[in-house]
């Protein structure tokens, strides 16, 4: 088999003006193309000019000296490089690396490569399509690699990106491989068409005229980005990313535009899907806590303007826990789902019903007049009044009550916040008087002395040792093999047993303790990982950081010093904080994370998906790992949309390079669905329970 001898017979009918539309394309390209002969004893059928340009090399010297390329490589690299080369020809296999040239002159210049097999009607091999981009600039500037990286994609992923010149007159007059099989049509069938009418949807099109003709008038840009959809031959919308520029001629006459395009359909909808999951609850499709924050600061504010008042009801469900318990959490589901939509036509128009998560509600209730006590007790009396009626769930009747709480603006509370606390300590004192009913706030529905008592108990603990860790394996998928660790607090109280955070770790935060637990849990996990050191076992180790210990600058310095004092690498160690405490305090966890980043420690955002994260804040902060929360994880696989949620965040996650790690599996089909979405690391009761100190080291010995 001859390859081709010319750039030109890559073009069909082997045109003189097809090859020059190719050269138009690929020397406007800030990088060295070429095309290669698969495997013949000359490498390169064609360089473009600006190889000469980065490496000092002419194009013609490239095509008659078969060894310079392999003669300029690094030394340091050539090993690895040829390798892998003579590895992917061999496997008729893209090649794609990154490595160092040498120039005639010696400097050494990083290049990224990506090399294409073109093959013949036959699937026969014919050459290598090629292209080399210098990101020597990217590599030296570390401070700036995001910012570069975003700007130098666009050519590093020119070999995977659709590819259309389009000349003057709409019609296509090139296209790549890309394109067609994103379009569903043979370049044959794409060559000479109008480009407009035969992709473009209507509603895009006269959009998409504009652009172009924008591009190609005398005056015009000389570059535009823009989105637009494209209708595949089946029928498929896509929509596509695209980069134009225009393309002239010596004389600086526009002959067409280039255009790259990148299919950012499933990026797109990921993101719409978790932006609606970021104010909206999964399973009822309420608006969630986050979303109840923010009308309740508005109706707030506007209360305060206008002098009228702002009531807010919370409501919990008397021992559900025994529902989820004796009749498992599908059934607690479908409880749940039924007093949402009881409770939405119980409320007046304009209130907001909200689910704040577990058995938890509230009722927004804005606007109400300046004594506004008394619709809100109506209100409160309609929420009672709607559980009087056994709710029909699993082919049996339920009795279920629930206990109301209700707080004022500006009668009980002096902003949002304070509006919402009041609430739940309403919601608690209605628990302790009767249940099935409901309480308004007052002082001693707050209960500050069962704080200071569990207070001063869990100071006592610090002092006596009664804290101790469990660590939770988390796992690779899909071969179950534990890769690190997530330290977890509990409270061996001497009165009852061991506790877990829920029991004691909001107090602590109240408190002020939750800083010197922190510091303690530092330390007890630099320690256990210098023990796990000396056998031979270094598992990466994750501890929570609270919203409380985000606030503290110094919270660096302490994890430094921990680390220090039990000589642990920063690497070993990744620090968690909620993705709730990362969005709302986003100032001072930007300066925190920069400065654990700075440091070397690894950095994750814990229950992903049930706070309300901004997709701009979260790209720039320097996370490593998302972490999904377990909420997501409970009706995976058989629910559709929770599958689909899953899937999106994995989806998401690739696209932002973060790693992801799965909360939550507790069955061997949630199990499988997540190797089969390709998710690395997971963690969960299914896998193994948290284990202590001893019982891991044991675990890990054995793998």
């Not at 535009?224 to 029928?235: P, Q, Y």
Request: proline fraction near 5%; glycine fraction near 6%; aromatic fraction near 6%.
């Amino acid at each position: 088999m001859q390859p081709p001898e010319s750039p030109r017979e890559l073009a069909p009918g082997g045109a003189g003006s097809a090859e020059l539309r190719y050269r138009l394309l690929v020397e406007q390209i800030p990088a060295i193309t070429y095309i290669a002969d698969f495997k013949g004893d000359r490498p390169f059928l064609y360089v473009s000019p600006q190889a000469e340009d980065l490496l000092g090399y002419p194009a013609s010297e490239w095509v008659e000296d078969p060894m310079l390329w392999e003669r300029i490589l690094h030394p340091d690299d050539r090993e690895r490089v040829l390798s892998e080369e003579q590895r992917t020809l061999a496997a008729e296999e893209e090649f794609e690396s990154e490595y160092r040239l040498v120039s005639r002159e010696g400097r050494v210049l990083w290049f990224w490569e990506r090399d294409m097999i073109v093959r013949d009607d036959y699937g026969t091999p014919v050459c290598t399509q090629g292209v080399l981009v210098d990101v020597t600039d990217v590599k030296r500037a570390q401070a700036q690699i995001r910012d570069e990286r975003d700007r130098a994609q666009r050519y590093l992923d020119i070999a995977a990106t659709m590819i259309v010149v389009i000349a003057a007159d709409g019609r296509v007059s090139l296209v790549n491989r890309r394109a067609c099989e994103v379009l569903g049509y043979s370049e044959e069938e794409l060559l000479g068409q109008d480009w407009f009418e035969l992709v473009v949807p209507d509603a895009d099109r006269e959009s998409t005229r504009s652009v172009f003709k924008r591009l190609t008038a005398a005056d015009g840009d000389r570059s535009e980005e823009f989105e637009h959809r494209v209708v595949s031959k089946t029928g498929d919308e896509r929509l596509i990313a695209w980069r134009n520029k225009a393309l002239r001629d010596e004389r600086d006459r526009v002959t067409g535009i280039l255009s790259s395009g990148e299919d950012i359909t499933e990026r797109r909808k990921a993101q719409e899907r978790v932006a609606y999951l970021a104010y909206h609850d999964q399973l009822t499709a309420l608006p969630n806590r986050a979303m109840l924050q923010d009308n309740l600061t508005v109706a707030v504010a506007r209360a305060s303007r206008s002098g009228m008042a702002v009531g807010l009801l919370c409501l919990d469900l008397d021992d559900f826990k025994l529902v989820n318990d004796s009749l498992g959490h599908a059934v607690g589901d479908e409880l749940l789902l039924a007093v949402a939509k009881r409770l939405d036509s119980s409320k007046r128009h304009g209130d907001v019903l909200a689910r704040a998560g577990g058995d938890e509600f509230f009722v927004l209730l804005p606007d109400l007049p300046e004594e506004g006590e008394g619709p809100a007790l109506a209100a409160a009396q309609r929420v009672v009044a709607a559980f009087q009626d056994p709710f029909e769930v699993a082919g049996t009747e339920l009795h279920v009550s629930t206990s109301v709480g209700v707080s004022l603006f500006p009668r009980d509370a002096g902003d949002a916040d304070e509006l919402l606390r009041h609430a739940d300590a309403a919601m608690y004192q209605a628990k302790r008087n009767a249940r099935a009913g409901f309480a308004v706030y007052s002082q001693e529905a707050d209960d500050p002395f069962e704080r200071l008592s569990l207070t001063s108990r869990l100071r006592r603990s610090l002092k006596q040792g009664e804290l101790v860790l469990h660590y939770q394996p988390i796992f690779s998928l899909p071969d179950r093999t534990p890769v690190a660790l997530e330290a977890l607090i509990r409270w061996d109280d001497p009165d009852r047993g061991l506790l877990l955070p829920e029991a004691f770790i909001p107090a602590a935060e109240h408190s002020g303790l939750i800083e010197p637990i922190g510091e303690w849990v530092l330390n007890e996990v630099c320690a256990q990982a210098a023990r796990w050191a000396t056998l031979g076992l270094r598992p990466r180790l994750s501890v929570n950081a609270s919203p409380r210990e985000l606030r503290r600058p110094e919270y660096s310095d302490t994890l430094a010093a921990a680390l220090r004092r039990h000589g642990i690498e920063p690497s070993q160690l990744v620090v968690e904080v909620t993705e709730s405490a990362a969005m709302e305090e986003a100032s001072a966890a930007r300066r925190l994370l920069g400065r654990l980043d700075t440091l070397g420690v690894g950095l994750a955002i814990d229950d992903f998906g049930e706070g309300f994260s901004s997709l701009s804040r979260l790209r720039e902060l320097p996370v490593d790992q998302l972490k999904i929360d377990r909420s997501f994880m409970r009706d995976v696989p058989g629910s559709e949309g929770a599958s689909a949620v899953i899937t999106a965040i994995i989806r998401l996650a690739e696209a932002l390079g973060r790693t992801v790690v799965a909360e939550g599996v507790e069955t061997e089909e949630q199990h499988r669905f997540l190797v089969e979405q390709g998710c690395p690391l997971a963690q969960g009761f299914h896998l193994c329970r948290p284990l202590p100190a001893d019982d891991v080291t044991a675990l890990l010995l054995r793998n």
